[in-house]
């Protein structure tokens, strides 16, 4: 059964966050993990905030050398851009292994991030890209690394009131590669048991910039920074990716649950870093 709660559909977004500080609001996106929550009981909210009406929070863009999404743009939306095509290859990835067709539809980006699953797919890539958020309330907006946002499970730096309204990442070099991964107990419309995102940058044969970035096995989806620092600076080498892969593996805290032991996955982690650092260097060099 559905709690009894209002509905408002502002519009435009300073009517949204004004309604957004009432407490037991919320705001309602793609629903996709909101409606679900509802219905089992775990999420009752007083009032529910929809930003179905709120056109200029969804729409890609690149301006100069920043590239800009909006927090209503959806998993298919990124799935048809060619900026995205161009500039994060593995959130592309990322976003054909999402759910399924209706799913994607509808799902947002930042409702992905909001929801503060470490099985969250979108998450590894972005972070893997260095990515930000804007975070806006009646008070004004801050930005917050996507990499420090998350503080535990399903918890996060959101003050009350405050929306992810955009996402933005600084368009990377041609001298990197961004390659991702997700392990799950089938093709589509799985939960991620391993989710793993690398990102290389090269400078005269050296890695100029690492990021290790491991979905599903930790509470949050979190880099793998020692794993990270072996490789900035160095050329690397199969003993150096192995020994990478293996700080990788030792810096996950997985669980056992239905879908895998925390031996599986950490042995997944290790494989996965192992594979994906050693086809981002071979295609680099």
């Given at each position: 059964m559905?709690?009894?709660?209002?509905?408002?559909r502002?519009g435009?977004?300073?009517?949204?966050?004004?309604?957004?500080?009432?407490k037991?609001?919320?705001?309602?996106?793609?629903?996709?993990n909101?409606i679900v929550?509802?219905?089992?009981?775990?999420?009752?909210?007083?009032?529910?905030?929809s930003l179905?009406?709120?056109?200029?929070?969804?729409g890609?863009r690149?301006?100069?050398?920043k590239?800009?999404?909006?927090?209503r743009t959806?998993?298919?939306d990124?799935?048809?851009s060619?900026?995205?095509a161009?500039?994060a290859?593995?959130?592309v990835?990322s976003a054909?292994?999402f759910?399924?067709?209706?799913?994607?539809?509808t799902?947002?980006?930042?409702?992905?991030?909001?929801?503060?699953?470490?099985a969250?797919d979108?998450?590894?890539?972005?972070m893997?890209?260095?990515?930000?958020?804007?975070?806006?309330?009646?008070?004004?907006?801050r930005t917050?690394p996507?990499a420090?946002y998350?503080?535990?499970y399903?918890k996060?730096v959101r003050?009350?009131?405050?929306?992810?309204t955009r996402?933005?990442?600084?368009?990377p070099?041609?001298?990197?590669?961004?390659?991702?991964?997700?392990l799950?107990?089938r093709?589509?419309?799985a939960?991620?048991?391993v989710?793993?995102?690398?990102?290389l940058?090269?400078?005269?044969?050296r890695?100029?910039?690492?990021r290790?970035?491991l979905?599903?096995?930790?509470?949050?989806?979190?880099r793998?920074?020692?794993?990270?620092?072996?490789l900035?600076g160095?050329t690397?080498?199969?003993e150096?990716?192995?020994?990478?892969?293996?700080?990788?593996?030792?810096?996950?805290?997985?669980?056992?649950?239905?879908?895998?032991?925390?031996?599986y996955?950490r042995?997944?982690?290790?494989?996965?870093v192992r594979?994906?650092?050693?086809?981002?260097?071979?295609?680099?060099s």
């Open positions: 559905y709690a009894t709660f209002d509905l408002d502002p435009d977004l300073a009517g949204a966050l004004a309604l957004l500080k009432a037991g609001a919320v705001a309602l996106a793609g629903g996709t909101l929550d509802m219905r089992a009981g775990r999420e009752n909210p007083r009032r529910v905030v179905d009406k709120l056109d200029a929070l969804r890609i690149q301006t100069g050398g590239v800009t999404i909006g927090g959806t998993v298919t990124l799935l048809r060619p900026v995205i161009k500039t290859p593995a959130l990835e054909r292994q759910a399924g067709q209706m799913v994607r539809n799902a947002t980006v930042a409702g992905n991030v909001a929801c503060g699953s470490p969250a979108l998450v590894p890539p972005l893997a890209l260095d990515a930000e958020l804007t975070l806006a309330s009646p008070r004004g907006q917050v996507i420090s998350f503080t535990g399903k996060d003050r009350p009131g405050e929306l992810i996402i933005s990442w600084k368009a070099s041609p001298r990197s590669r961004a390659l991702f991964y997700k799950a107990r093709k589509g419309d939960i991620t048991v989710g793993v995102a690398v990102t940058e090269v400078e005269r044969g890695c100029r910039r690492a290790i970035v979905g599903a096995v930790a509470p949050t989806v979190c793998a920074r020692e794993a990270e620092a072996m900035e160095q690397l080498n199969s150096l990716i192995e020994s990478a892969a293996k700080a990788a593996a030792a810096a996950a805290r997985p669980i056992d649950d239905v879908r895998a032991s925390a031996g996955r042995h997944g982690v290790h494989v996965l594979r994906l650092l050693g086809q981002a260097w071979e295609q680099l």
